[in-house]
C-alpha cells in the first residue's frame, strides 16, 4: 500500500467538520473544523477539537462515518450472549459524524469531532487499508494482506464478513455496494482495472469486469455518487483520465480529462443529477467542474468550467484548491499554507469557462523568528535581580497600566524567587482585574510557544492559574489563551521525556569516554596491582554513571513538577479558592 501524505484534509458527508490529518516523524495530530452553517471567519482559523496520537501510532487510513443507531440496535441484540463472556460492548455512538483511523499497530480509532475525543478503540487481526464506511452506516469496509477484504461493525468491532479475491489479486481500493434486489453481496474493487464481485452462498464468487481505456494503472480511489449509489467515479494514480461507470451497465464508460495528473480529490456534487446528467468536481492544478451525461461510446469530456486560485501580490506563489466545499449558493475553497488549511468562499456567476478566486495571501517567512507578540520578545538572555515583593508589585502595576509590555516581561524574567512571586501575584487580586488579565495574557502567551523553555516565567504562571485560575476562567475573552495554553503545555510534556533520555544519553556518554582518557596501564606493575586498577576504573565509571542519571533524575522531577502544577492549576479550582 502506497503510503499516505504528510498532510491530508477530509470533509465528512454532511458538510458540517473538516478533518485535517498532520502526518509527521514524531506527530500524529488530527484537527477538526466545523464547516456547517455556523462557519465563520473565526472558525476558518480555530479547531473546535484536536487529538493528538503517539508518535508510534501511525495511520494507515480513515474514513468518515455517520452511525445508523437503528443498526447499534440489532448489533447489540445479536452480541447480547457474547459480551457476556467477552466483556462489555464499546460505548454507544452518537448520530453525529466520526472519523475512523486505522493504525498500523492493527488497532482501530473512532473519534468524535463534536466531543474532541477518541470514542471507541478497537483491536483487528490485521492492518486494514483503503477503509470505506459501508452502505448500511453501521460497519465499516477494509483491505487486510492487500488479497482479501473484510466488514467489520461499528459498534462491537466485531469481523461481520471476509471475502478473499478471486486468484488472490491485490486490491488497492474497494467500494462495497448496495442492492436492494439481491441478498448477495456485491464489493467493487480497484486495481488494474474495475471489478465488481459477488460474493453469495456459492464458494465462487462471480466476477465482473469493467472495460478501462487509456489507462494502464491502478485504480487508488472508487467514489460513489451521492444522487445514484450505482454510479462511480475511479481514479488512477498519477493519471488525469477519471473514468466514469454504471455498476449496472459494464458496456457504460464515460471519460473526464482533468488539467493534470496530480488530482487531489474528487467528488460528485450533491445535487449532480438532472435526468442522466451529472456533475463531479476534481480538484488538481485548477479546480476541474464536468457536466456529463453516461454513454457508451467511451467519448472523453474536457471540464465545462475552470476555477483557478489567484495569490494575489504574491503572483510566484501557486495555489490550488485541495478540496471544495458544497454550500447552498456558494462554494467554499479549501487550500493548505504549509500544514494549515485555509477557507475561501467563492460563487460562480454567468456563463464563464473560467472563474478566478483572489487570494489575501502572504507568504511565510521561511528563516527561524524570533516569537514576539504584538511587538514584544522574549529576551535571550537576562540578568536575574530579585527584589523585594513590594518593590517588584509596584514595577509589575506601573509597566501594566503603561501598557509597557516589554518592561513587564523583563520585570518577570529577571525575578526567579518563587516566594516573592507567590506573594506578589497574591497582591493583585486588590487592584484593576485588567492589570491581572493582562499579565496572564502576557506570560501565558510565552509559555505556550516555548514551554520547555526553563525560565522563571513558567513559576509566575504558575501562581496565577493556583491563585486566580477561576476568575481567569470566567472570562470568556480569555478561553483562547487557556486553550492555547493547554495545547503548549501538553506539546511541551510530550516532548520532555525525549530530550531527557537523550540528555542522559549525552552524559553517561561524555562520562565513558572521560573514563578512557584517564585510563593508564603500567606493563611493569604486578598483576595483583593491574586488577586493583581495573576495579578502581569500574567502580569510578560506576559513579559517574550513577552521578549523570541523578542530574538527569532531579531535571526531570523539576520541569514535570512545573508543568504539571501548570496543567493541575487550571481544573484543581479548590485549590485555588484556598490560596485565594
Not at 92 to 111: G, H, R
Not at 449 to 478: C, D, T, Y
Request: with cysteine.
Amino acid at each position: 500500500m502506497s503510503t499516505m501524505k504528510e498532510v491530508v484534509g477530509s470533509l465528512d458527508p454532511t458538510n458540517t467538520y473538516y478533518a485535517n490529518i498532520i502526518l509527521k516523524s514524531g506527530r500524529n495530530e488530527l484537527q477538526f473544523y466545523q464547516v456547517d452553517g455556523s462557519f465563520s471567519e473565526k472558525s476558518r482559523t480555530t479547531t473546535i477539537s484536536r487529538i493528538e496520537l503517539q508518535s508510534d501510532e501511525k495511520i494507515c487510513s480513515f474514513c468518515w462515518v455517520v452511525p445508523n443507531l437503528s443498526q447499534e440496535n440489532s448489533t447489540r441484540r445479536r452480541s447480547k450472549r457474547k459480551a457476556a463472556s467477552d466483556g462489555p460492548v464499546s460505548p454507544s455512538l452518537d448520530s453525529t459524524p466520526n472519523l475512523v483511523v486505522s493504525l498500523e499497530n492493527s488497532d482501530i480509532l473512532f473519534i468524535s469531532p463534536s466531543r474532541g475525543t477518541i470514542t471507541q478503540r478497537f483491536t483487528y487481526s490485521n492492518p486494514l487499508f483503503g477503509i470505506v464506511s459501508g452502505s448500511d452506516d453501521g460497519s465499516i469496509w477494509g483491505i487486510a494482506n492487500s488479497t482479501f477484504v473484510v466488514q467489520i461493525s461499528i459498534f462491537n468491532g466485531e469481523e461481520t464478513r471476509r471475502y478473499t479475491l478471486p486468484n488472490k489479486q491485490k486490491v488497492r481500493s474497494i467500494l462495497p455496494i448496495e442492492d436492494a434486489q439481491s441478498s448477495a453481496q456485491k464489493v467493487a474493487i480497484g486495481s488494474k482495472g474495475l471489478q465488481v464481485v459477488e460474493f453469495g452462498r456459492s464458494k465462487k464468487a462471480k466476477v465482473i469486469d469493467f472495460p478501462q481505456k487509456n489507462i494502464n494503472k491502478e485504480f487508488h480511489s472508487i467514489i460513489r455518487s451521492s444522487s445514484d449509489p450505482n454510479i462511480v467515479a475511479a481514479i488512477a494514480e498519477d493519471s488525469d483520465v477519471i473514468s466514469i461507470y454504471d455498476l449496472n451497465n459494464p458496456e457504460v464508460l464515460t471519460l473526464l480529462q482533468a488539467s493534470s495528473s496530480n488530482i487531489e480529490s474528487a467528488h460528485f456534487m450533491k445535487n449532480s443529477s438532472s435526468g442522466d446528467g451529472y456533475t463531479l468536481v476534481a480538484c488538481n492544478i485548477t479546480t476541474d467542474f464536468f457536466s456529463f451525461k453516461l454513454s457508451g461510446d467511451q467519448a472523453i469530456v474536457s471540464p465545462t468550467l475552470k476555477v483557478k486560485a489567484n495569490a494575489g501580490s504574491s503572483s510566484n506563489v501557486n495555489i490550488a484548491f485541495s478540496d471544495i466545499i458544497e454550500k447552498e449558493d456558494e462554494f467554499i475553497g479549501v487550500w493548505y499554507d504549509k500544514f494549515e488549511p485555509k477557507f475561501t468562499n467563492f460563487v460562480l456567476e454567468g456563463n464563464s469557462k473560467e472563474v478566478n478566486v483572489d487570494i489575501n495571501y502572504e507568504k511565510k517567512n521561511n528563516e527561524i523568528v524570533e516569537q514576539k507578540r504584538n511587538g514584544i520578545a522574549v529576551p535571550q538572555s537576562i540578568q536575574i535581580k530579585n527584589i523585594s515583593v513590594k518593590e517588584l508589585y509596584e514595577k509589575l502595576n506601573s509597566s501594566l497600566n503603561s501598557e509597557d509590555d516589554q518592561e513587564t516581561l523583563n520585570i518577570c524574567h529577571s525575578n526567579d524567587n518563587e516566594e516573592n512571586i507567590k506573594d506578589t501575584v497574591k497582591m493583585f487580586s486588590k487592584v484593576d482585574d485588567q492589570c491581572l488579565l493582562k499579565l496572564f495574557d502576557i506570560i501565558s502567551f510565552h509559555v505556550s510557544n516555548n514551554p520547555s523553555k526553563n525560565s522563571s516565567l513558567a513559576v509566575w504562571l504558575k501562581w496565577i492559574l493556583l491563585i486566580h485560575g477561576r476568575f481567569i476562567a470566567e472570562f470568556p475573552n480569555q478561553n483562547e489563551n487557556l486553550r492555547r495554553l493547554s495545547e503548549g503545555l501538553s506539546d511541551g510534556m510530550k516532548l520532555m521525556p525525549r530530550l531527557l533520555t537523550l540528555k542522559g544519553r549525552l552524559q553517561l556518554l561524555q562520562t565513558q569516554i572521560s573514563i578512557r582518557k584517564n585510563e593508564t596501564f603500567s606493563d611493569d606493575a604486578a598483576e595483583d596491582e593491574e586488577q586493583v586498577v581495573e576495579v578502581n576504573d569500574i567502580h569510578q565509571s560506576s559513579n559517574n554513571q550513577s552521578s549523570a542519571y541523578d542530574e538527569v533524575d532531579a531535571e526531570a522531577y523539576s520541569v514535570s513538577d512545573i508543568a504539571n502544577d501548570n496543567l493541575a492549576g487550571t481544573s484543581d479550582n479548590e485549590s485555588m479558592d484556598e490560596d485565594e
